[in-house]
């Protein structure tokens, strides 16, 4: 009866783990989704150049934070039950 409650414990502290990674990788679809959705306006839209400036920031933001993202998957880890 002990392995079996160690078992769940592992399984529980598994599925956070997968929990918290699906909630970031959500995070980082968004952000890509976006970065897309500003790449096809500079494409098809012919921004001004403020405009187009503008719209390279947000972007370059969107990038940041998706990189920022992307590290922070090196901390979390599903180890074999």
């Not at 500003?38 to 969107?62: H, M, N, Q, W």
């Amino acid at each position: 009866m002990n392995v079996l409650r160690k078992l769940i414990r592992k399984l529980k502290n598994r599925l956070k783990l997968v929990n918290k990674k699906k909630k970031r990788l959500n995070r980082i679809e968004l952000k890509l989704r976006s970065m897309r959705k500003i790449a096809v306006s500079i494409r098809d839209d012919d921004p001004g150049p403020e405009k187009k400036k503008e719209l390279t920031r947000e972007f370059d933001r969107l990038q940041d934070e998706v990189n920022e993202l992307n590290k922070n998957k090196e901390t979390e880890s599903i180890r074999e039950v």
